[in-house]
């Protein structure tokens, strides 16, 4: 899928800020009562908590912190320490009060020091994949340095901050800001931050490999370790202000949104074969950009959770909520994948785009040695619209030679000579609603004209392009081939009839009312997870059996969500939305003229190891 840190490298057009490169907007600050319809595609679903849970400004947050003679204020990396300063700076004056200012960053490591610390989990400088870090944040600063900051007793107020600085032994409040993955890749491409302990900006490539396998590993464990001494959340992705609640209030929406229907606000980027489905649909995706290649539609790793209370928005990371009730979200499978969450959608884009590159993804054994995952990349692409002759690469001709595909490939590659893929790769033409099947060490690709939904298991940057049709990124670079990872990993008996037989889904109905269907679109038995359809004219209840479903409306205009605890959301055609495993049952009623149909993921009874 999100076919390694490239895509995300390039620069957006119609943004020009030093801020952050992006033509995609930030989340509002506020929000109208209303502001999108039922029958609509919402770019920015929130959770109401009720009126006073949500403060806006620093001037209300001062408020609070005059109340304590210190108080901490930490947060994930790609925050604008500066500005924060500043800001809080000029409320304090505006109140006469005396503050003494500690930056915890003086006392991190050399940045010398830190890169010899990190570069064995940095891949070659050519790679675009490391290994995960088996550090602590707490590695990356002189901790004796830490232990000796103490508070200026003629100040009214000590203030300690920066990236870390809960780290510190006072005992005093703490301040979180947090930060959405996607406005730290926008901010990384301006070259506004920089990865932790760094002075200097990297190309946008190395930076993002060092966030996803060092940076975000440690400050994801930071976090987790802090939800429960924290005061104060805050959400710091607006310039010059900031939306903040108090942790109690934050803990109890955790709570209760373990429990009930919730969606995850989606964020959307340009690819080098993207096309123009989304632009065409969504009527929120700014219609200058020039394509687009995904979704993320519900990419945990990458989403957040939007709270909303009086108009004020606050949007805290996905893994917040897995690490307080990983239990109630994932039910009987939260001892088998622990805080991550399994199971990914989104969409990839191809409608008068171009084909995605001939690819294939590693296997359980080989991500685990050699990056440091988990899960591995086993996906399947459910086809939400295609024009008529859209087509699938999936599996081997009969006749494949791998010695002579690999000559061909690699003579490509040096030379920029076209392949006929076909005489290799299997094309399948596309109809609405299948499901192919691609388990890893799958050779595949999306042919133009598709919208894909990717179902998938939750990792999403381990791709290994063998063929990508000659092209050029976004920015007019070569993209990157992965030959020797894709040889190292590809399943060559995955060819002739048995790709028919195997990996396209033979869909049928299990159960069935008075006006509703249940059928069962099977996934490989490599798949850890399995896919039905819910299709019906009125409405159909739903079990969830102590697993999470994930779930999306692939045909109609809207469905009502009443979850077992009485809570009702609509939510439109598109729209992915999840029904926790405590959640216990649900029932879909459909809003629209005809049949509605829902596609549902959920992880296998049967699995208790990853094999």
């Known amino acids: ?81 500066k500005e924060v300063k500043q800001c809080l700076q000029a409320e304090f004056t505006l109140k006469g009060t005396k503050v003494h200012w500690i930056d915890v960053s003086a006392c991190m490591k050399t940045e010398e020091a830190i890169n ?5 989990f940095m891949g070659t400088p050519e790679s675009v994949w490391g290994t995960r870090f088996n550090g602590k944040l707490a590695d990356f600063f002189n901790m004796n340095e830490m232990a000796a900051l103490q508070a200026d007793k003629n100040a009214n107020c ?94 109890t929406a955790l709570s209760s949104i373990s429990r009930q229907v919730f969606r995850v606000r989606p964020w959307f980027e340009a690819g080098a074969w993207g096309g123009q489905w989304m632009k065409e649909k969504i009527k929120e995706l700014n219609k200058d950009e020039v394509n687009y290649a995904w ?63 001939i690819q294939c993804h590693p296997t359980l054994k080989y991500i685990r040695e050699n990056f440091g995952e988990t899960i591995t990349q086993d996906e399947t692409y459910y086809i939400l619209d295609c024009r008529e002759g859209a087509q699938v690469y999936l599996g081997f001709q009969e006749g494949i030679d791998p010695v002579g595909f690999r000559q061909t490939l690699e003579n490509s590659k040096a030379n920029k000579l076209v392949v006929p893929i076909e005489e290799y790769v299997q094309s399948h033409t596309a109809s609405k609603h299948d499901l192919f099947l691609i388990p890893n060490g799958t050779v595949h690709s999306a042919g133009i004209n598709n919208l894909v939904l990717e179902i998938s298991a939750t990792p999403y940057i381990f791709t290994f392009k063998m063929y990508d049709w000659l092209r050029l990124d976004l920015n007019g670079e070569p993209r990157a081939i992965n030959i020797e990872h894709a040889f190292n990993n590809l399943n060559f008996e995955r060819k002739g009839a048995r790709v028919t037989e195997e990996l396209i889904s033979k869909q049928q109905v299990i159960e069935k009312g008075n006006d509703w269907a249940l059928v069962h679109c099977p996934t490989h038995a490599a798949h850890f997870y399995d896919v039905h359809r819910l299709e019906f004219e009125t409405r159909i209840t739903v079990q969830t059996n102590n697993t999470c479903h994930i779930l999306m409306l692939v045909e109609g205009s809207a469905v009502t969500v009443e979850a077992g605890d009485g809570v009702v959301e609509t939510f439109s055609y598109a729209e992915t939305f999840v029904m926790p495993a405590a959640a216990k049952s649900y029932t879909l009623i459909n809003k629209g003229a005809g049949v509605a149909k829902v596609v549902k993921a959920f992880c296998k009874e049967n699995i208790t190891e990853l094999k």
């Open 1 to 81: 899928m999100y076919e390694t840190s490239e895509n995300i490298a390039g620069k957006s057009k119609g943004a020009g800020s030093k801020r952050r490169v992006s033509s995609q907007p930030l989340l509002p600050q506020q929000i109208k009562t209303g502001e999108f319809t039922d029958s609509e595609y919402n770019m920015y679903p929130c959770h109401s908590l009720g009126a006073g849970k949500i403060f806006g400004g620093y001037a209300s947050l001062v408020q609070w912190m005059l109340q304590h003679p210190v108080v901490i204020i930490d947060g994930y990396g790609g925050i604008f320490w």
């Open 116 to 120: 010899e610390m990190v570069v064995p």
């Open 158 to 251: 000590t203030i300690i901050y920066g990236t870390g600085a809960a780290l510190v032994s006072l005992n005093a409040p703490v301040v979180y800001l947090d930060v959405p993955k996607n406005e730290i890749q926008y901010r990384m491409r301006a070259g506004s931050i920089t990865n932790l302990g760094s002075k200097k900006v990297s190309r946008s490539a190395e930076m993002y490999k060092r966030f996803y396998f060092i940076d975000w590993v440690v400050l994801n464990e930071h976090k987790q370790n802090l939800l429960n001494k924290i005061a104060v959340m805050a959400d710091g992705q607006w310039e010059g202000s900031l939306n903040w609640m108090f942790a109690d209030v934050l803990k």
């Open 295 to 357: 979704s993320f539609e519900l990419i945990v790793p990458e989403n957040g959770l939007v709270f909303e209370s009086d108009g004020n928005l606050l949007e805290v990371s996905f893994d917040c909520l897995m690490f307080q009730e990983n239990n109630n979200v994932l039910g009987k499978h939260a001892g088998l994948f622990g805080y991550e969450f399994p199971i990914r959608f989104d969409f990839l884009d191809t409608w008068a785009g171009g084909n995605l590159s």
